[in-house]
């Protein structure tokens, strides 16, 4: 379901604060960033994207432009779950401000919320205090504030990117014409068994100084990526489509059920049929 927000063309941001006994808004998404913290709500359910997961007693996350989410009461037994939810504008900051050096940390943090972000304990219990009086400020103030707990975050350790690139279809800029060929080339290529020897032939490279390469320039292993793309396609398929698990397995590269179900298992928490039983309890809601 696409929401249309209350926040208005001449307002900068939007915030909401409640005290509630569950969890009753449907499986949504909005053009608007949108950071949501809840406090008092262990067991219930997240779902950002193609991630499922419990939540703790403290929770932040920042959730990017139209990507799907929704919290589900599931196993939460709290009647005094705290929310407060700020939304702003996708353009709030320029593109040609974002790029300045100073907006560095909010520009790369702003792209990875097109996959949604978790923010660890320690950054909840620093920040929560000024969330909490940030709707008490008014005008440039609450302006000001809101920019400043937007760059805190932004330096912030131990932050965990949610949803898998490939569901959000998310893009990020490694500065390097060789990374860009090689994620191309894996998009095109992801249903085959490629392998690592057929890429750095590609951008001219041995197969040792492209895995340092990659995972220097990227986070992670070029295996890795790999399979976090193969997951994200069977994601949205699974989603998206009536291809059965086994289907859905092999258009997406694997050749083994089994291991399919392990893998997606070991990534999502659940089996590709939970996920997609689970997926469709929270769009049946507002049907």
Not at 84 to 95: N, Y
Request: hydrophobic share 35%.
């Amino acid at each position: 379901m696409r929401e249309i927000t209350p926040l208005t063309s001449g307002d900068c941001f939007t915030i909401f604060s409640r005290v509630k006994s569950d969890f009753d808004f449907p499986l949504h998404y909005h053009e608007e960033l949108e950071l949501n913290f809840i406090m008092n709500a262990r067991g219930a359910k997240r779902t950002i994207g193609d991630h499922i997961g419990e939540i703790d007693d403290l929770e932040l996350v920042l959730v990017g432009s139209n990507l799907p989410h929704v919290w589900q009461t599931y196993k939460c037994k709290s009647k005094e779950i705290k929310e407060i939810t700020i939304q702003f504008h996708k353009d709030l900051f320029d593109e040609k401000f974002l790029r300045r050096n100073q907006l560095s940390f909010i520009r790369k943090m702003f792209e990875r919320s097109t996959r949604g972000i978790l923010f660890s304990k320690e950054t909840i219990v620093q920040i929560m205090p000024r969330l909490t009086v940030l709707g008490q400020k008014q005008g440039f103030d609450s302006v000001l504030e809101l920019l400043s707990i937007l760059h805190d975050l932004s330096v912030s350790r131990n932050m965990h990117t949610l949803s898998d690139a490939t569901f959000s279809g998310a893009e990020f800029s490694y500065n390097s014409r060789r990374i860009d060929k090689a994620f191309e080339y894996m998009n095109q290529k992801f249903q085959k068994n490629s392998t690592l020897g057929e890429v750095p032939k590609l951008v001219n490279m041995t197969d040792v100084s492209f895995s340092r390469f990659f995972k220097t320039r990227t986070g992670i292993t070029f295996i890795d990526s790999l399979l976090e793309l193969r997951l994200g396609q069977a994601s949205r398929m699974l989603i998206d489509t009536t291809q059965s698990v086994s289907e859905v397995a092999y258009n997406c590269g694997f050749n083994n059920i089994s291991n399919f179900n392990r893998l997606f298992k070991k990534k999502k928490g659940c089996t590709p049929k939970e996920f997609r039983e689970s997926y469709s309890y929270g769009n049946r809601v507002f049907i």
